[in-house]
C-alpha cells in the first residue's frame, strides 16, 4: 500500500504540474489505488475547505495561482509599451497577478479591453507575476451586454436592449455594483450555469438610457469602440509643434480653401484649381489637392500610432465624435485651420479640357489656408450670390473650381462610376440632446466638386506609389456576386426594367437600370437594391480594383484625420519620395510593410464597427423622435419581405420598421423566398419589395431602436381587420396564377407608363 501523501506534497504536486490537478492525475502520481483514494478525496476536500484549493469542475487548483489556460483581459500598455493583461477570474485574496503579453507576430492585433485566451507560465524576480502567449482572441460581445437593470429582492436582473434579444441575465446582489433599478448597465458574464438564467456581474452603470445624448453612449458601449485616449498618447499629441518651412515646399501664396459641412469639427484636406497656362493643353487645368500630413506627428511605433490603429476610424455620431486621434492635433495641428501655416502632402495634377488627367506630382509642403468655406457658400459663390468669407474669392478661387469640376464631371461620365441616388438622412438636435427634426440633405455641386477631386488625388496616389513598387494599402470593392447580381434582376423585371443577362457586367448597365427608374415610383426601390447587391468594400495589401467606381488601382489618401488606411498611404508617400532628413521616421517602417494585411484586416473590421454603431444610434435616435408619435400614419414603401413579416422604409424620416405578419389580415400568407413576396392565400393578394403601403406606428422602444409598424392598405387596397399567419409550402394553384396575372397586368401598366 502506498503512503498517503502530506497536504503540502499535494500542494507542491498541483504547482508542479498545473495541467495533471485532476484527482485521478494526483491519484496515479502518488500511486494510490482502491481504499487510498478514499483517504485523498479527504485531503482534497480538507485543502479546499481550508482555501488552499478550488474545485473546478473535477480538477482543483491553487487559488493564489492561475490555471496554465486562462481567459485575460487586456488592459493595455505600460509606461515602457509592454502589453499587460489581468485575469477575468481571480479568487486569490492578495491583489490580480500582473502578466504580460508575450507577442508574436502572426498574433491578432490587440489593445485595451479586448478578451483573450492565454497560455501562461508564472515567472519570478520581475516586475510582472505570469508572461502570457495568445492561444485567440475571444469575441468580446459574447462575453459583456448592455441592459436596463432591473431590481429585485436578491439582486437583479438586466433586459437587453438589442433588438431581437430576449434572453435577460440574473445579478446576485454582490455583483450588482450599485445599480438602481431603471439604470442603463454594462455587464459582463460571471457563470454559464447549466439552468436558469445565466449570470453576470454589473461592470458599469451608465445612468439614465433615455437621458439626453446617452443613445451615442450606448453604442460606443455596445460595440466597443474606444472613446478614451491612453495618457501617453493625449501626451505625446499635447507635446507636438507646428512645423517650420525646413526642406518642405512653400505653398502659403496658393489659395487653397477647405470646403466642408458647416459643423465640421477637422479640416483634413484643401483644394484649388487654376487655368493651364501651358499652350500644348488648350482650356486645361491645374488642380491641386492638399491634405493634412498626419504622417509627420503620428510616427510608427508611438502610443499614438498605436491607438489610431486601434481605433482604426473616427465615429460620427449626430451630438458627438469619437476621434480616431487626440483634440490637439485632429482639431488642431492637423486641421487646415484658416490663417494658419500647417503641415501638408499636396498633389498637383493636369488635366485637358475634357477632364483627363495628363500628369501629377506629390509635394510634402506647408500651407495656409486663406478661408474655410462650407458647401452652402461655395455653391451660393458659383451661383451669383457670394457673401461673407467667400465674396473676395469668388472669380479667383470659386469660379475656377467649379470650372475644373465640370471637366471632371465629363470625365467621369465616360467612365461611369456606379451613380447611386441615395437620400441622406440628417438628425437635428436641440439644445437638450433631443431629436429637433430628421430631414433629408440637399445636394448640391459642391458636394460632388469635392467628391470628385478627392478621387482623383486618391487614384493619383495609388498609381504613384505602384509605379515606385512601394507597398500600400488599396481600397478594394470587388464586383458583385452572380447571386446577388439575379437577385437585382428579379426585382428590376419585376417592376418593369431590365438588366442584361449572359455577359460581364460593368457599372454602364447598372446604370442603365438606374436610369430607366429615376422618376419613376420604383426609383428609390431599384437604388435601393442596386446598394444590396453591392459587395462591402474592404482594405488591403493587394490591388483587385474597384468595381462601383470603374477604377483599375484606388487607394484612400485624403482623410489621414479619420482613417488610419490614409495614414499608411501617406507614410508609403513619404518612404517613396524620400522625403526629410530620415525618411524611415515618419515613413513606412519594415514592421509597418510585415503588418500590411493584418493592419487592413483590423481597420476594415473597424470601419464596418464604426458603420453598425452609428446606423444604430441613427435607429434609435428615431424611435425616439416616432416614440411621440404612436398611432400616427404614414406612408413608406416595402424595402425588405421575410416570412415573419415586411419591412418598411417610411417616406418622411427614412426610418425603418417591421410589419408582423399578424398584423397583415386575416389570412394565411404564404412566403416565396426568392421572389421576396408575401401572397394571401384567401385573397391572393401579393405584397412585394417597393410597394407602396401606409402604415401605423404601433411601438417605438428608443431605447433598442425597434420600430413596430401596423399594416393598414398596400397601393391603396385597404386591408381587412385580423391576424395573420405565414405559411409553408407553395400557395394553391389557382392562388398562384391569379397572382401572376395580376404581376403581368401591373407590368404592362408600368410599360405604358414609361412609353407615355
Known amino acids: 500500500m502506498a503512503q498517503i501523501p502530506s497536504k503540502a506534497e499535494i500542494l507542491q504536486w498541483i504547482a508542479d504540474n498545473p495541467t495533471q490537478t485532476a484527482k485521478r492525475d494526483i491519484a496515479r502520481a502518488f500511486g494510490l489505488k482502491g481504499a487510498d483514494r478514499i483517504d485523498l478525496k479527504r485531503l ?55 502578466i504580460l503579453m508575450v507577442e508574436r507576430r502572426s498574433d491578432a492585433a490587440l489593445g485595451a479591453g479586448d478578451r483573450v485566451l492565454l497560455r501562461l507560465a508564472r515567472v519570478t524576480d520581475e516586475a510582472h507575476h505570469y508572461e502570457g502567449r495568445l492561444i485567440r482572441k475571444l469575441n468580446r460581445t459574447a462575453m459583456r451586454m448592455l441592459g436596463i437593470f432591473r431590481a429585485e429582492s436578491d439582486g437583479g436582473r438586466i433586459v437587453p436592449i438589442d433588438k431581437g434579444s430576449d434572453r435577460e441575465w440574473q445579478v446576485r446582489a454582490a455583483d450588482a455594483n450599485g445599480a438602481r433599478d431603471g439604470e442603463l448597465v454594462e455587464a459582463e458574464r460571471a457563470s454559464k450555469d447549466r439552468m436558469g438564467l445565466p449570470r453576470a456581474r454589473v461592470l458599469e452603470r451608465l445612468g439614465d438610457p433615455s437621458a439626453p445624448r446617452s443613445v451615442s453612449l450606448i453604442a460606443i458601449h455596445q460595440h466597443g469602440i474606444p472613446d478614451l485616449f491612453p495618457d501617453a498618447a493625449v501626451a505625446e499629441a499635447e507635446a507636438a509643434e507646428p512645423v517650420p518651412l525646413g526642406d518642405r515646399t512653400d505653398l502659403r501664396d496658393l489659395p487653397l480653401v477647405t470646403i466642408d459641412p458647416s459643423d465640421a469639427r477637422d479640416h483634413d484636406d484643401a483644394v484649388l484649381a487654376q487655368p493651364d497656362d501651358d499652350p500644348a493643353n488648350p482650356g486645361g487645368h491645374v488642380l491641386w489637392v492638399a491634405i493634412a500630413d498626419v504622417a509627420h506627428y503620428v510616427r510608427p511605433g508611438s502610443e499614438l500610432d498605436r491607438e489610431a490603429r486601434k481605433r482604426g476610424n473616427s465615429t460620427y455620431f449626430p451630438d458627438r465624435v469619437v476621434p480616431m486621434l487626440p483634440e490637439a492635433l485632429s482639431a488642431d495641428l492637423c486641421s487646415l485651420v484658416e490663417g494658419e501655416d500647417r503641415a501638408c502632402l499636396a498633389v498637383r495634377m493636369v488635366l485637358d479640357a475634357e477632364g483627363n488627367k495628363l500628369s501629377h506630382a506629390f509635394h510634402r509642403g506647408l500651407m495656409r489656408s486663406p478661408a474655410s468655406l462650407s458647401y452652402e457658400e461655395a455653391q451660393a459663390a ?26 471632371l464631371r465629363a470625365a467621369r461620365g465616360r467612365r461611369q462610376p456606379l451613380d447611386l441616388d441615395l437620400p441622406e438622412r440628417r438628425i437635428v438636435l436641440s439644445d437638450e440632446g433631443r431629436v429637433a427634426s430628421v430631414a433629408f440633405t440637399e445636394r448640391l455641386d459642391a458636394h460632388r466638386l469635392i467628391e470628385e477631386f478627392m478621387v482623383l488625388a486618391n487614384v493619383a496616389a495609388a498609381e504613384t506609389l505602384a509605379a515606385k513598387r512601394q507597398p500600400l494599402l488599396y481600397r478594394v470593392h470587388e464586383e458583385p456576386s452572380p447571386e446577388k447580381l439575379e437577385a437585382l434582376r428579379e426585382v428590376a423585371e419585376a417592376s418593369g426594367f431590365q438588366l442584361p443577362k449572359g455577359q460581364v457586367l460593368h457599372t454602364v448597365h447598372l446604370n442603365r437600370l438606374l436610369a430607366q427608374s429615376q422618376g419613376t415610383e420604383f426609383d428609390e426601390l431599384i437604388n435601393m437594391s442596386t446598394l444590396r447587391a453591392m459587395t462591402q468594400a474592404y482594405y488591403g495589401p493587394e490591388n483587385l480594383s474597384h468595381f462601383g467606381l470603374a477604377l483599375k488601382q484606388y487607394a484612400h489618401f485624403t482623410s489621414p484625420i479619420r482613417r488610419y488606411a490614409d495614414l499608411v498611404v501617406h507614410r508609403a508617400l513619404v518612404s517613396a519620395h524620400g522625403w526629410g532628413p530620415d525618411p524611415r521616421a515618419d515613413g513606412l517602417s519594415p514592421a509597418d510593410v510585415e503588418a500590411l494585411a493584418q493592419t487592413a484586416e483590423v481597420i476594415s473590421a473597424t470601419e464596418r464597427r464604426s458603420m453598425v454603431a452609428e446606423r444604430d444610434t441613427t435607429d434609435r435616435y428615431l424611435a425616439a423622435y416616432l416614440s411621440e408619435r404612436t398611432g400616427a400614419e404614414m406612408t413608406g414603401r416595402v424595402a425588405g419581405v421575410q416570412r415573419f413579416g415586411l419591412f418598411v422604409k417610411l417616406d418622411e424620416t427614412g426610418a425603418d420598421g417591421l410589419v408582423p405578419v399578424r398584423a397583415l389580415g386575416g389570412e394565411f400568407f404564404h412566403h416565396d423566398g426568392e421572389a421576396q413576396t408575401l401572397m394571401g392565400a384567401d385573397s391572393g393578394r401579393v405584397i412585394g419589395l417597393g410597394a407602396r403601403v401606409t402604415v401605423r406606428i404601433a411601438e417605438a422602444v428608443p431605447v433598442s431602436g425597434g420600430l413596430v409598424l401596423d399594416l393598414l392598405d398596400v397601393e391603396g387596397d385597404r386591408l381587412p381587420p385580423g391576424r395573420s399567419r405565414t405559411r409553408r409550402g407553395p400557395p394553391p394553384r389557382h392562388k398562384k396564377a391569379k397572382a401572376k396575372a395580376k404581376g403581368k397586368a401591373k407590368e404592362r401598366k408600368v410599360k405604358r407608363t414609361r412609353r407615355g
Do not use: N, Q
Open 44 to 98: 482534497l476536500k480538507e485543502l479546499e475547505e481550508e482555501g488552499h484549493l478550488e474545485k473546478r469542475k473535477k480538477t482543483y487548483r491553487d487559488p493564489e495561482t492561475l490555471p496554465p489556460v486562462s481567459v485575460c483581459e487586456i488592459t493595455g500598455p505600460d509606461g515602457d509599451g509592454d502589453l499587460l493583461a489581468r485575469p477575468m477570474e481571480w479568487r486569490g485574496e492578495g491583489p490580480e497577478p500582473r
Open 382 to 407: 458659383e451661383d451669383g450670390d457670394a457673401s461673407g468669407r467667400a465674396a473676395p474669392l469668388a472669380e479667383t478661387v470659386i469660379h475656377p473650381l467649379f470650372a475644373a469640376y465640370r471637366a
